[in-house]
């Protein structure tokens, strides 16, 4: 892993009561140092491939168990139970992610939709801060009805919007259909699927009913 190892100003040499060649080039070559360090950072950041020694605060998290709405119309928040990769942002039990940072930020989600009815449903992605709806962050995706016994309608429901999110703040997923897929009636209708790794007919890995990742963009205006 690419790092840069921080340095700290030098403790300079004390002054002599009376002039000497040593003593200058001590403090000469304190400094000659420092100033190299100093030299060697800048060259490192601004060079090619300088951004691979930055690490900005960033989560990345994937649900994967099957996921279904609390009822037909009913806002459900959609759960991340495993963490990626993270720097300045704590994933909650519940799915949510909170934030130790100010900043603009990008949110990106994936959503495996399944539909097992026989006509297609609407269903709605959003998100939320600290309870509230981010304004704009709304997008709807059609998922098609089912063509046949076992064979359901499937879509992937991407989205990405930025917007500003401050220290603490609490950012949550939100997802509702029209008619809600029921496992225990069973009803039919959309739910979020996982699958899980396969090794026949051929190795694949895992799908997570849902995929999100939240990275800093730019500092507060």
Do not use: C
Not at 111 to 128: E, G, M, P, R, Y
Request: hydrophobic share 35%.
């Amino acid at each position: 892993m690419a790092r840069i190892t921080p340095i700290r100003a030098p403790a300079l040499p004390l002054a002599e009561p009376d002039y000497t060649r040593s003593f200058k080039d001590r403090y000469s070559s304190v400094l000659r140092l420092y100033f190299n360090q100093i030299d060697g950072i800048f060259q490192n950041l601004l060079g090619d491939n300088g951004g691979q020694y930055l690490q900005n605060p960033h989560i990345a998290a994937t649900g994967n168990t099957d996921q279904y709405a609390d009822g037909d119309d009913s806002p459900t928040l959609v759960l991340f139970d495993t963490v990626e990769t993270a720097s300045g942002f704590t994933l909650n039990i519940d799915g949510s992610a909170t934030a130790n940072q100010d900043g603009v930020y990008k949110i990106d989600y994936r959503l495996q939709l399944i539909n097992t009815a026989n006509v297609s449903h609407d269903t709605f992605v959003w998100l939320k801060t600290n309870g509230s709806l981010v304004t704009d962050s709304s997008s709807r995706f059609t998922v098609p009805a089912s063509k046949s016994a076992g064979v359901y309608g499937f879509v992937v429901a991407y989205s990405s919007i930025e917007f500003k999110i401050a220290k603490d703040d609490v950012i949550q997923l939100y997802w509702a259909t029209e008619t809600a897929y029921d496992p225990v009636g069973p009803v039919n209708g959309v739910y979020l699927e996982a699958i899980a790794a396969q090794t026949l007919p051929y190795p694949r890995p895992a799908n997570p009913s849902a995929v999100g990742s939240i990275n800093y963009v730019s500092r507060l205006p």
